[in-house]
Structures are given as C-alpha cells and as structure tokens.
C-alpha cells in the first residue's frame, strides 16, 4: 500500500510492478499519478487517522510505503506491531514526517552538525527565534512538501510574513515553524543512501541541485565535490539512518560549507532531486534501489553509469481540467534527452507536471543547460 500518489510514487510503483508486487495506491484526490499504473486506489485524507485504519483493514497490505508528510504516521506503531512492514520503518515515518523530530534526533542524538535553530507556535516565539539564531535565516513549518511555506528572513519587517506564509504551507494540522540561522554554504547536495535488510549501507553518487521557492528546479548527478566533505556527509548519513531504522532509500540533505558538511534535511523515500537518476545515470534508478530494499533484494553495488541532469515543467496557471502539452515533437529530438510527463489531472501556478533529462559524457553544467533547454520547448496549458 502506496500512501501519496505523486509522480515520485508512480516511478516506485512501476519499480515494483517490474518485481511482481500488487499495490494499492492511496492520495486524497482521484486520478493521482501513482494511481495510474497501481492496481488498485483508495481516495482518503491520510490525516484521518480512522479513515487510515479502515482501508488497511480492507486491504491487509504485507507492506506499507509512505510517499507523503500528511499522514497519521503514530498509527504505523500499531501496524508494524500487527506484523506489517512499514517502509523505512514506523520510528523513520514517525520522526521525519516532522523537522522537529528529525531535527532534533539529528543534533541532539546522533550528533551531527546542524545550523542554529530554534522552534516557535506563536509570532512572538518566532521573533525570539529569529534573535537567537540571527538574520539571515531561514523558517519553514514542520511538516510540509516540496519547500511550500519556506521563506528567507533578511530583515525584522520579513518575520510576521514569514510566520503566516509558513502556516499557509503547512501539511496537516501542525502550526510549529522552525528558524534555522543561516548557513554560508558552497553548495546543496542530495547524497541518496541505501539502507538494506543484510546490513549493508550504499550511497549513490552526490546530487547537486539549485531551488527557486524552496522546491528544485534542476539536479545533476554526480557533483564534483572535496572527497572528505563528501565521506564526512556519508558518515552522518549513515548515522542518522542506522538511529532511525528500516530499509529503504533516504534523501539525505546536506549543506556544503569550507568547513564541511552540514545535516539540512532527510526524507525517508525516493527524492525529487533524485529524478535525474531516471536519466540511467547509475546502474539502478532511486526507485528500482528503494523497491529492491523494500524487497529485501539485495543491491551490491551502485556504480555511475553516465552523468546526467533533470529539469522540471511547471504549470503556469491554474486549470481544473486535464492539461495539454505541446512542444513534445520538438523536445523528442534533441540528442540524449529524454522527458517523463507526471499525468497530474489539474495546474496550479508552479505545480510540478514534467521533467526533462539529459545525459551523457559532457560536463554537468553542459548537461544541466540541455535539460534546461529541452524542458523550455513543453509546456503545459
């Protein structure tokens, strides 16, 4: 059982499809993504705890895989105990559906380096956030997706616009920001770590990837980086994963400073950033490596096959009707490109529908500006 139906869970999905599982996929609204390729759907809103109940009741699922924040997650406690295997595991889910949680694993019990940051449920708390932790900085509500309701701070007039758009973007029920000060780093990555049932921890080769509006716009893979950064992140994430438990892929973020890599986030799944693996640039995608550790099929190694990029198409307005691209006969014959379209039923401004690839022998940065290009011939009306 699937819950979230985004495009991320149909590549998962069509991953294990390929491996004989039947899955149910699960969204609040009908015609997600994932729902497509599945064999079965459920419409419910997965913060109803007693809506979740019944339909794992209906279906007894062997398996159940988050893809989403807006769960009723505390539930996976008492399916994991019924003998259903929750995907990283039921603390994983638990802890990072939440940034307190996480957060607070990451910095106060594993140890790892994190930026300042403190917690608020209330305006005034965040003003004294923000003087604890400095301006700049950064807030974001616990629990949401995709960056929604994240904003920089960068002066004392931004904190009470800071505070309400983070609460419009909040998933679920929870008002709690956190305020993280600044960090003056070089360069994001997404360092993609494989936990499995024999023990055995692999990481894919560094993601680099640059946001607008705290969501990504453009990754590629493998970014050039200093080697102790690289296994100093590789450290933390393994450490950060063995205290949470389970199998799976992880999207370990991590800033990347002259002094070393500092722990950002970690999402518990196939990461969005990880789309340019679609590109065959390992020998598995992030989603045949988070099937196969579902699995418990072992993976003995991950190797770069080629460099690659992803670039995404958004949806410029909305539209409560099915959309239409066009400019796909001029993008289908741009030399090693390739583009998935997600099916999403309806737009929104900024709403991700497509992404493009590219790969190959060249650069990043060359490959990075063809994807680019390939993704400004779509568009979506």
Same mark, same amino acid.
């Given at each position: 059982?699937?819950?979230?139906?985004? #495009?991320?869970?149909?590549?998962?999905?069509?991953?294990?499809?390929?491996?004989?599982?039947?899955?149910?996929?699960?969204?609040?609204?009908?015609?997600?993504?994932?729902?497509?390729?599945?064999?079965?759907?459920?419409?419910? @809103?997965? $913060?109803?705890?007693?809506?979740?109940?019944?339909?794992?009741?209906?279906?007894?699922?062997?398996?159940?895989?988050?893809?989403?924040?807006?769960?009723?997650?505390? /539930?996976?406690?008492?399916?994991?105990?019924?003998?259903?295997?929750?995907?990283?595991?039921?603390?994983?889910?638990?802890?990072?559906? @939440?940034?307190?949680?996480?957060?607070?694993?990451?910095?106060?019990?594993?140890?790892?380096?994190?930026?300042?940051?403190?917690?608020?449920?209330? $305006?005034? #708390?965040?003003?004294?956030?923000? !003087?604890? =932790?400095?301006?700049?900085?950064?807030?974001?509500?616990?629990?949401?997706?995709?960056?929604?309701?994240?904003?920089?701070?960068? %002066? +004392?007039?931004?904190?009470?616009?800071?505070?309400?758009?983070?609460? !419009?973007?909040? /998933?679920?029920?929870?008002? !709690?920001?956190?305020?993280?000060?600044?960090?003056?780093?070089?360069?994001?990555?997404? $360092?993609?770590?494989?936990?499995?049932?024999?023990?055995?921890?692999?990481?894919?080769?560094?993601?680099?990837?640059?946001?607008?509006?705290?969501?990504?716009?453009?990754?590629?893979?493998?970014? %050039?980086? &200093?080697?102790?950064?690289?296994?100093?992140?590789?450290?933390?994430?393994?450490?950060?994963?063995?205290?949470?438990?389970?199998?799976?892929?992880?999207?370990?973020?991590?800033?990347?400073?002259?002094?070393?890599?500092?722990?950002?986030?970690?999402?518990?799944?196939?990461?969005?950033?990880?789309?340019?693996?679609?590109?065959?640039?390992? +020998?598995?995608? #992030?989603?045949?490596?988070?099937?196969?550790?579902?699995?418990?099929?072992?993976? @003995?190694?991950?190797?770069?096959?080629? +460099?690659?990029?992803?670039?995404? =198409?958004?949806?410029?307005?909305? @539209?409560?009707?099915?959309?239409?691209?066009?400019?796909?006969?001029?993008? *289908?014959?741009?030399?090693?490109?390739?583009?998935?379209?997600?099916?999403?039923?309806?737009?929104?401004?900024?709403?991700?529908?497509?992404? *493009?690839?590219?790969?190959? +022998?060249? &650069? =990043?940065?060359?490959?990075?500006?063809?994807?680019?290009?390939?993704?400004?011939?779509?568009?979506?009306?």
């Amino acid at each position: 059982m699937l819950l979230g139906s985004g #495009e991320l869970g149909k590549e998962f999905v069509i991953a294990c499809q390929r491996l004989g599982q039947y899955i149910i996929a699960v969204d609040s609204y009908e015609g997600a993504p994932a729902m497509q390729v599945a064999h079965e759907f459920e419409v419910v @809103n997965m $913060l109803d705890g007693d809506a979740l109940d019944r339909i794992v009741e209906k279906h007894q699922p062997d398996i159940i895989v988050p893809e989403i924040e807006a769960i009723r997650t505390e /539930r996976f406690y008492d399916y994991e105990a019924k003998g259903i295997q929750v995907v990283p595991s039921a603390k994983a889910a638990n802890f990072t559906m @939440n940034r307190k949680a996480i957060r607070d694993l990451a910095a106060k019990e594993v140890g790892v380096r994190t930026a300042n940051y403190r917690y608020a449920t209330s $305006l005034e #708390e965040l003003q004294n956030g923000v !003087e604890a =932790v400095g301006i700049p900085c950064v807030v974001k509500p616990l629990m949401s997706s995709s960056g929604k309701g994240q904003s920089v701070i960068k %002066s +004392n007039e931004d904190i009470e616009k800071a505070w309400k758009y983070a609460l !419009e973007g909040s /998933r679920g029920d929870l008002l !709690e920001v956190i305020v993280e000060g600044f960090v003056d780093f070089d360069y994001e990555i997404t $360092l993609l770590t494989l936990t499995q049932q024999n023990g055995e921890t692999l990481f894919c080769p560094p993601i680099g990837h640059r946001q607008e509006r705290g969501d990504y716009q453009e990754s590629w893979q493998p970014m %050039s980086m &200093n080697v102790e950064h690289l296994e100093e992140a590789k450290q933390m994430a393994a450490d950060v994963t063995k205290a949470l438990g389970g199998s799976g892929i992880w999207g370990v973020e991590f800033f990347i400073t002259k002094e070393g890599a500092y722990f950002s986030e970690l999402s518990p799944r196939p990461h969005d950033t990880g789309m340019v693996t679609l590109a065959n640039t390992q +020998n598995f995608s #992030e989603f045949e490596l988070h099937a196969r550790a579902v699995l418990g099929i072992p993976v @003995n190694e991950i190797k770069l096959e080629r +460099n690659g990029a992803s670039a995404v =198409v958004l949806a410029s307005k909305e @539209n409560d009707s099915l959309p239409v691209f066009s400019g796909i006969e001029k993008a *289908a014959i741009v030399p090693n490109t390739d583009f998935k379209l997600f099916g999403k039923p309806t737009t929104r401004p900024y709403r991700r529908m497509a992404v *493009a690839l590219a790969f190959g +022998n060249e &650069n =990043v940065e060359i490959l990075v500006d063809k994807a680019k290009s390939v993704a400004a011939l779509i568009d979506v009306d």
